[in-house]
């Protein structure tokens, strides 16, 4: 990633969440998406700079199957969403990150596609990792159809009627993506071509963009579909309904180490937010406009559990206590109470302590949301310049500090108990991502990841008693090279507070949903539908605005998705 470390060395003194407590797994695994989250911020640089969708190819026939192009302009770079739709039978329709076919697949491209390079594309995209790709190919995807909802919804619009609004509520999107690569992955280009391209060299920028096109997309084909079945009764969708279609993707353990392998980047992300908190939270008194907001974000939030219904039986308990919560609580934003209290947002804070983690962390996303774009200017500094190099100058007392003044809460994890060390982090040689063993049980033990950064910190600590402290890093390392990578981890660090997950990533509590959860909510995504603790499925860009909507003028409001 590459960008501004954030700095809030201009800030007032603000009284941050300790990390001891943000950086939980069981916290994280409670997050919600903010107006920090990465698709927020893409659409608010969309509505900024006006940028208008055009679909410059539309090459489908009857049954949706063909090729499609969307280009919009962004920063002065134009970019161009080339999009393939082909037959798939049922038993080749997976969500494995190891299919070889898809209903659909895609490839966000750098400038405007001729017709050379879409054949080019036409070769390669519905190939995905098969494919070769080049300088100007950004980011590669594809999609399935949530199959009975799409065929629900072309259905209806070809007998000229709306489709049903529970069943929307229950699904939220015609394509589900399995896969959304970017950054160099399979010969794409490097994201250093982004750097410094206004609008896309923030986090994730570039993928969001691709998902964002793909619900247009997705909103294009099946009202070609429906028309292609009934020309004479076929309506499109109604305005709020294609609203509320976004995109669902199914996400694994593939993703979860992201967050344990890019320190100083998740520090950054969650900085921004807890800042953000923050700078709320310091706020002497809110006006009667902001009463309003927080009123009017409180009902929404409210909506959005009511509508929010999963079938893992752990997660549905937390939603049941989180309505429940959330009900009592609204008489606690009265607005006369609120108007005379001095440090309300605080004061509503420090109540919610009482409450479960997830009313907490939706509080918190709540009053991030309430002040608007007052703290938007923290999502410049998300990204990261790199995560930290190596300084063998150091002496070994300095180090030694750092390790106790970051680390003490890896040092105290008893290692010794067989609970501690009961899992086991590796890649699969079938699937080629990482994944998650039972110590003991599973072969796989001798090609574990470096994901035991509590166990790495313990035995370093245990070597370092062994050395005098004037020594220095470059020193102790000739004699324990086996330390090199925690090392250069706790010099990174020094300076971020939030780059660890203060938890034992090997030990038999760690739930690797909690680290989805975190990262897809910094995403921006909802409606999580955990399907074990190991992978969930989620909607992307529900209620916000489509191309046609930002064109028209429309802005950033969409936090919490809401069926009308």
């Given amino acids: 990633m590459t960008g501004p470390a954030l700095d809030v060395t201009t800030e007032p003194a603000l009284a941050l969440r300790s990390p001891d407590v943000v950086m939980r797994l069981r916290r994280m695994g409670a997050s919600f998406p903010t107006r920090l989250s990465f698709l927020r911020s893409l659409i608010r640089h969309l509505a900024a700079s006006g940028a208008a969708v055009h679909r410059g190819v539309w090459r489908m026939d009857d049954e949706g199957f063909g090729e499609a192009v969307y280009t919009l302009q962004l920063g002065g770079h134009d970019y161009s969403l080339v999009a393939f739709s082909c037959p798939l039978s049922d038993d080749q329709r997976s969500d494995r990150v190891i299919a070889e076919a898809w209903d659909t697949s895609y490839l966000l491209y750098d400038g405007i596609p001729d017709a050379a390079e879409i054949g080019r594309l036409r070769a390669n995209a519905p190939r995905q990792e098969a494919g070769r790709f080049g300088p100007r190919d950004l980011v590669l995807s594809r999609a399935n159809k949530s199959v009975r909802f799409f065929e629900h919804v072309a259905d209806s619009l070809a007998h000229g009627r709306q489709p049903d609004r529970a069943r929307l509520g229950e699904v939220g999107y015609l394509l589900r993506t399995t896969a959304v690569y970017g950054n160099g992955k399979f010969g794409i280009a490097d994201r250093c071509v982004l750097v410094g391209r206004g609008g896309l060299d923030g986090p994730f920028q570039a993928e969001m963009l691709t998902v964002w096109l793909i619900r247009e997309f997705s909103h294009d084909l099946v009202e070609h579909v429906a028309r292609c079945r009934a020309p004479e009764t076929a309506v499109p969708l109604a305005p709020d309904l294609r609203r509320h279609i976004g995109v669902g993707n199914s996400t694994g353990l593939g993703m979860a180490p992201f967050l344990a392998n890019h320190p100083v980047l998740l520090n950054n992300w969650v900085l921004a937010r807890e800042t953000a908190l923050a700078r709320v939270r310091s706020k002497p008194h809110l006006d009667a406009a902001a009463l309003n907001r927080l009123a009017d974000l409180w009902r929404q939030a409210a909506r959005h559990l009511d509508q929010w219904s999963v079938e893992d039986g752990a997660l549905a308990a937390r939603i049941v206590r989180l309505r429940a919560e959330w ?238």
């Fill in 327 to 564: 009900a009592e609580a609204v008489a606690w934003i009265d607005p006369a109470r609120l108007l005379a209290t001095a440090f309300p947002v605080a004061a509503l804070l420090d109540r919610g302590q009482f409450l479960s983690v997830d009313f907490q962390e939706l509080l918190a996303a709540l009053l991030i949301e309430m002040a608007g774009p007052e703290n938007d200017d923290l999502a410049g500094g998300m990204a990261a310049v790199r995560e930290g190099v190596l300084r063998p100058g150091m002496d070994l007392a300095a180090l030694r500090a750092l390790l106790h003044e970051h680390y003490g809460w890896a040092l105290a994890i008893v290692f010794r108990e067989p609970a501690e060390t009961a899992q086991f982090w590796y890649v699969s040689q079938e699937k080629l991502e990482p994944r998650l063993g039972r110590r003991g049980a599973e072969p796989g033990a001798e090609l574990e990841l470096p994901l035991d950064i509590a166990r790495q910190a313990q035995r370093l600590a245990a070597d370092l008693a062994e050395v005098p402290e004037t020594g220095t890093v470059a020193a102790f390392l000739a004699r324990f090279p086996r330390h090199r990578h925690m090392v250069r981890r706790i010099q990174a660090t020094a300076g971020a507070p939030y780059a660890e997950i203060r938890d034992n990533l090997l030990s038999d509590r760690c739930l690797p949903i909690d680290m989805l959860r975190c990262k897809l909510a910094f995403f921006g995504a909802s409606k999580f539908d955990p399907r074990s603790d190991r992978w969930t499925r989620i909607t992307l860009f529900q209620g916000a605005p489509t191309a046609g909507e930002i064109t028209a003028g429309e802005t950033d409001d969409c936090w919490l998705p809401v069926l009308p």
